[in-house]
């Protein structure tokens, strides 16, 4: 009897994509994760990543679980990316450089040029905890949840019948509470406002770079809607796109205002004028959008 093939899967994940801004970059993470969960030393891994967790300073040492070798052709294949090789290795880097992957040579044979990857699970959690996300498959790890880590102190090794019990007591503040809830009101009104489904990368900074400016909460929502009811298009199919357009208009409203909140009176300027930035342009950027308005996936 003829065996039947298995078809391969490439799944699009909400959460990945919020965090990355990149469908490509979501798409390679999700397949990363599912060969993280496969690898030998996956229990090392998660016995790894929990003292990560729990470690109060920045480890820099290189990892030593839960390593991938994978070439950017295979991961090109298995997720059927309508890319070539080069496009995917891009994708990878940039998964480097925001911290979701680490990157080494192969340890053992150094004519190996295939490079071998490693998620970084304390970021993934962390920036998906910002964002009001979890992953399932790591949710063992996660803040205020337990693990059951195996650990051998003789040879590093993960002996089957000895087991200790470790919490990971992450508590969040009340302050990094308040936080998270500012962040997803003002980040809910614009997708409303805007009629999108999800921030870019650059709607993330500049909704996190107004909400440090100490500005109330109800102040700034008010000032999101009085921007959406002032804006004029030039014709009908425009509209307000990037936040970092309404961030503009905020900071030049949070100009007439003190430290305590309290609106500046006679300050020698009109209050709230906002000419330059009329039918989401500036006078200096000829025509093009103020801000990046890129969708970054």
Request: charged letters at 35%; aromatic letters at 10%; glycine letters at 4%.
């Given at each position: 009897?003829?065996?039947?093939?298995?078809?391969?899967?490439?799944?699009?994940?909400?959460?990945?994509?919020?965090?990355?801004?990149?469908?490509?970059?979501?798409?390679?993470?999700?397949?990363?994760?599912?060969?993280?969960?496969?690898?030998?030393?996956?229990?090392?891994?998660?016995?790894?990543?929990?003292?990560?967790?729990?470690?109060?300073?920045?480890?820099?040492?290189?990892?030593?679980f839960g390593w991938?070798?994978?070439?950017?052709?295979?991961?090109?294949?298995?997720?059927?990316?309508c890319c070539n090789?080069?496009?995917?290795?891009?994708?990878?880097?940039?998964?480097?450089?925001?911290?979701?992957?680490?990157?080494?040579?192969?340890?053992?044979?150094?004519?190996?040029?295939?490079?071998?990857?490693?998620?970084?699970?304390?970021?993934?959690?962390?920036?998906?905890?910002?964002?009001?996300?979890?992953?399932?498959?790591?949710?063992?790890?996660?803040?205020?949840?337990?693990?059951?880590?195996?650990?051998?102190?003789?040879?590093?090794?993960?002996?089957?019948?000895?087991?200790?019990?470790?919490?990971?007591?992450?508590?969040?503040?009340?302050?990094?509470?308040?936080?998270?809830?500012?962040?997803?009101?003002?980040?809910?009104?614009?997708?409303?406002?805007?009629?999108?489904?999800q921030l870019t990368?650059?709607?993330?900074?500049?909704?996190?770079?107004?909400?440090?400016?100490?500005?109330?909460?109800?102040?700034?929502?008010?000032?999101?809607?009085?921007?959406?009811?002032?804006?004029?298009?030039?014709?009908?199919?425009?509209?307000?796109?990037?936040?970092?357009?309404?961030?503009?208009?905020?900071?030049?409203?949070?100009?007439?205002?003190?430290?305590?909140?309290?609106?500046?009176?006679?300050?020698?300027?009109?209050?709230?004028?906002?000419?330059?930035?009329?039918?989401?342009?500036?006078?200096?950027?000829?025509?093009?959008?103020?801000?990046?308005?890129?969708?970054?996936?």
């Amino acid at each position: 009897m003829e065996k039947k093939k298995l078809l391969k899967r490439a799944i699009i994940r909400e959460e990945l994509i919020a965090i990355t801004g990149n469908l490509f970059e979501a798409v390679l993470l999700n397949q990363l994760i599912y060969w993280t969960q496969r690898v030998k030393d996956y229990e090392q891994f998660q016995h790894e990543e929990t003292k990560r967790i729990q470690s109060q300073n920045e480890n820099n040492e290189t990892p030593l679980f839960g390593w991938i070798y994978k070439k950017a052709d295979e991961l090109r294949e298995e997720t059927m990316l309508c890319c070539n090789e080069n496009t995917i290795r891009k994708h990878l880097k940039e998964l480097i450089n925001k911290g979701y992957l680490n990157q080494r040579n192969n340890s053992k044979f150094k004519w190996d040029r295939t490079y071998q990857y490693r998620l970084n699970a304390k970021k993934l959690i962390e920036d998906l905890n910002t964002l009001q996300y979890h992953l399932e498959e790591f949710e063992i790890l996660s803040p205020n949840s337990k693990i059951e880590i195996r650990n051998d102190e003789n040879n590093g090794t993960i002996p089957k019948n000895t087991s200790e019990s470790t919490t990971i007591s992450t508590s969040i503040t009340k302050l990094e509470k308040k936080k998270s809830d500012e962040y997803e009101r003002v980040e809910g009104l614009f997708l409303k406002l805007s009629k999108r489904n999800q921030l870019t990368k650059n709607d993330q900074k500049a909704i996190k770079r107004i909400l440090k400016k100490g500005y109330e909460l109800e102040q700034i929502l008010t000032w999101i809607r009085e921007c959406f009811e002032k804006y004029q298009p030039i014709n009908g199919n425009e509209g307000i796109w990037a936040f970092n357009y309404i961030a503009k208009f905020i900071e030049q409203k949070g100009e007439n205002y003190n430290e305590n909140n309290e609106p500046i009176i006679n300050r020698g300027r009109s209050h709230g004028n906002f000419k330059h930035l009329q039918h989401g342009r500036s006078e200096k950027d000829n025509g093009r959008w103020l801000g990046d308005t890129e969708c970054d996936f």
